[in-house]
T-cell receptor
Framework: AQTVTQSQPEMSVQEAETVTLSCTYD???????LFWYKQPPSRQMILVIR??????QNATENRFSVNFQKAAKSFSLKISDSQLGDAAMYFC??????????FGTGTSLTVIP | EAQVTQNPRYLITVTGKKLTVTCSQN?????MSWYRQDPGLGLRQIYY???????DKGDVPEGYKVSRKEKRNFPLILESPSPNQTSLYFC????????????FGPGTRLTVT
């Protein structure tokens, strides 16, 4: 079974500081994609960042970057210079070659002014 | 405006009364999917569709039906709803497979009493 584990149900960060959200996944596939989605209080799901498993280079999107460790099956999200608008639930997700999609249980991020 | 729409946004119904939640996208996307979100469980995939007349089960398909007769529409059908189907439901679409960014609808809050 494919699983995605987010071991931190809640995290907090001081505004302008850096925070890292953890994610591990379990798969026997070699070709797959990983994502981080953000869900603010509006409930809208928003893509934060995407990583192809065959690429060794870690993806970055402005203040958001990932640390992708394929052998360890780890995919953490780093948010730099945290802003109040970053407060949200963050979901790690994984896709299979058969186009199924698996989410983790989420990490609720609080940004402290 | 490119978007995924869902209707209704809120629904309260009784056990056993058949209901349909509609989903429509205007981006000519091939891939569409339904998810349910429950506290502590994240989002779980119910069904997905790679194209017209092609649908596949996700992780939690029991009690649900879908159809894809047109590219833009992907309705979710609960033929005999039960209280354990009380949840927040999201429809999503992406260009050609789940490896691309998924665009999510605003969500449908369903309560079955």
């Amino acid at each position: 079974a494919q699983t995605v584990t987010q071991s931190q149900p809640e995290m907090s960060v001081q505004e302008a500081e850096t925070v890292t959200l953890s994610c591990t996944y379990d798969t026997s596939e070699s070709d797959y994609y990983l994502f981080w989605y953000k869900q603010p209080p509006s409930r809208q799901m928003i893509l934060v960042i995407r990583q192809e498993a065959y690429k060794q280079q870690n993806a970055t999107e402005n203040r958001f970057s990932v640390n992708f460790q394929k052998a360890a099956k780890s995919f953490s999200l780093k948010i730099s210079d945290s802003q109040l608008g970053d407060a949200a639930m963050y979901f790690c997700a994984y896709t299979t070659p058969s186009n199924q999609f698996y989410f983790g249980t989420g990490t609720s991020l609080t940004v402290i002014p | 405006e490119a978007q995924v729409t869902q209707n209704p946004r809120y629904l309260i119904t009784v056990t056993g009364k058949k209901l349909t939640v509609t989903c429509s996208q205007n981006m000519n996307h091939e891939y569409m999917s339904w998810y349910r979100q429950d506290p502590g469980l994240g989002l779980r995939q119910i069904y997905y569709s790679m194209n017209v007349e092609v649908t596949d089960k996700g992780d939690v398909p029991e009690g649900y039906k879908v159809s894809r007769k047109e590219k833009r529409n992907f309705p979710l059908i609960l033929e005999s709803p039960s209280p354990n189907q009380t949840s927040l439901y999201f429809c999503a679409s992406s260009l050609s497979s789940v490896n691309y960014e998924q665009y999510f609808g605003p969500g449908t809050r369903l309560t079955v009493t």
